[in-house]
């Protein structure tokens, strides 16, 4: 499996999408304005305490206050509380918590009004951006990630990462990890720290605790509020979360952001340190790698799969419905349930590549097409939750329902990606049509359909409006051209001055009508 970052600079945006295997699987934008990324780390000013909500509203600079509720505070908020007075006061100049007296945790079923009070300072950690109209969601409960592990101030537990299944291997990292870490700070071991020595570990524990003590220095002049700590930016920390050795490539267009990569990669892996490139080609570098095409064939309210199949994507304010449609599909198959399965899967595939390139969270159900075998609708299960093991959001899937309906739950840490897929209709004034570039997909499906072996065919012509039958005819090889590799059949192209820009039928040389 190879995967390549792709990373596209603009004037007030980085976008940077990453390829597996080709395929586009996730799209992110860091804009320069986003002053509220998740992993921040603010200097914040207690507003009110809400009873009834058991919960604080928190000054962190935005329009709209932050909402703390009593159980994202964490047990050891009243030593933070301390610790934070004694460190913007000067008392304390030692801030590895080595020898600092640590207070009794709070009460786990507490009231917000028995441990915070209206203009308290308090470090706050940005757990999910602004969405909508609301402020973000905060954590006084800090954690500061690395490459290989995570840590956690104000406590002494170790934890591993589930996903890591050996548990020698798990014994083996806690015992190292112990070893090595400060006292007062707690670790949490990421899946990557798989195999890794103890010196790798030890590295990036420190690069950790160096973040931490500048933080702290920073706290005796900050302001409220005032953001005391920021996460990697959004290139460095894709690369910290999603790096590994089967990353074939990494290309952008961009001289200093190309730097930066490149420093950060021989930080994390040196021997990766190549595979950064500096792209200087004529065409844009989204079009270059494939990206712009996918980006139009995969947002809108349709999203389309091989051979017909396609989903329907709806979006509520509550939560996301997806609907699996097998279209006029062509197979091998040799009942209605064997296309179903087959189907299914693809669209399981489909729909896990959907949630993390759209990024959507929340509540989403999702209705295949039915099938009255269990062992079908268990392997739809295991095929779904294996194609979501790559996912980097906290998710929850539960088996198919007797409706057929399969729920799962994402979390959702920042706006969802929305792009506008459709164009303006020349031929109606104020109407919009979905991307020209999405027929040419749409022909193909109709034209495999066509051609598939066993089909007797006259001649095939192409009615089509003359702007669309240039760009199927034009340079070499042309699409058209492409299509008779393919399929060992010519295809005759006649242009239509009276279509509309997107209509298009199939002939025979008689000229009757040629259904797909």
């Not at 021997?271 to 080609?281: F, R």
């Amino acid at each position: 499996m190879n995967r390549e970052l792709i990373v596209r600079s603009t004037p007030d945006a980085v976008d940077f999408a990453l390829l597996k295997d080709g395929k586009l699987v996730e799209l992110h934008k860091e804009e320069d304005n986003n002053n509220f990324s998740v992993g921040d780390i603010f200097l914040a000013k207690i507003r009110k305490p809400v009873t009834g909500l058991n919960a604080a509203f928190v000054n962190v600079g935005y329009e709209k206050d932050a909402f703390l509720h009593y159980h994202d505070l964490g047990p050891q908020l009243s030593s933070m509380l301390k610790f934070i007075k004694q460190a913007r006061t000067g008392k304390l100049k030692d801030y590895s918590l080595r020898n600092f007296p640590f207070e009794k945790d709070i009460d786990k079923n507490g009231s917000i009004n028995d441990v915070l009070k209206a203009n308290q300072s308090l470090l706050v950690q940005i757990v999910k951006e602004p969405i909508s109209t609301k402020g973000p969601r905060i954590s006084s409960e800090l954690s500061i990630a690395g490459r290989f592990l995570v840590m956690v101030p104000f406590s002494d537990r170790v934890s591993v990462s589930q996903k890591i299944a050996s548990k020698e291997e798990k014994d083996r990292l806690i015992r190292l990890v112990k070893s090595i870490k400060p006292k007062g700070f707690g670790v949490i071991i990421r899946t990557v720290a798989e195999g890794k020595k103890v010196a790798e570990l030890d590295k990036d524990l420190q690069n950790l605790f160096s973040k931490w003590t500048n933080m702290c220095k920073k706290l005796q002049r900050a302001s409220h509020p005032s953001k005391v700590l920021v996460e990697l930016n959004r290139a460095s920390s894709i690369l910290r979360d999603v790096f590994n050795d089967s990353f074939t490539g990494i290309h952008v267009d961009e001289e200093t952001l190309y730097n930066q990569i490149k420093d950060y990669l021989h930080e994390i892996a040196p021997q990766k340190e190549s595979i950064v490139k500096l792209y200087t080609g004529p065409a844009p570098i989204f079009e270059k790698f494939g990206i712009e095409r996918q980006i139009k064939t995969s947002f809108g309210r349709t999203a389309s799969m091989s051979r017909g199949a396609y989903l329907v994507i709806e979006h509520t304010e509550a939560l996301h419905v997806i609907d699996v449609n097998s279209g006029n599909r062509s197979n091998k198959a040799k009942n209605q349930e064997d296309t179903a399965l087959e189907v299914n899967l693809l669209a399981a595939t489909e729909i896990a590549r959907q949630l993390r390139l759209r990024d959507m969270g929340g509540i989403i159900v999702v209705d295949f097409i039915d099938m009255t075998k269990g062992d079908h609708r268990r392997k739809l299960f295991d095929h779904l939750r294996d194609e979501m093991k790559d996912d980097r959001a906290k998710h929850k899937i539960l088996p198919p329902s007797k409706f057929g309906l399969v729920q799962i739950t994402r979390q959702r840490v920042r706006p969802e990606m929305n792009i506008k897929t459709s164009e303006e209709n020349p031929n109606v004034s104020g109407a919009e049509v979905e991307a020209p570039i999405v027929l040419i997909d749409k022909i193909q499906v109709d034209l495999e359909r066509i051609l598939k072996p066993g089909r007797k065919n006259n001649g095939i012509v192409l009615n089509i409006h003359p702007f669309i039958a240039a760009y199927l005819t034009k340079g070499f090889p042309s699409i058209r051209s492409k299509w008779f590799k393919t399929y060992k059949k010519w295809v005759k192209i006649q242009p239509r001055d009276a279509y509309k820009y997107l209509e298009y039928h199939f002939k025979d040389k008689d000229g009757k009508t040629i259904r797909p």
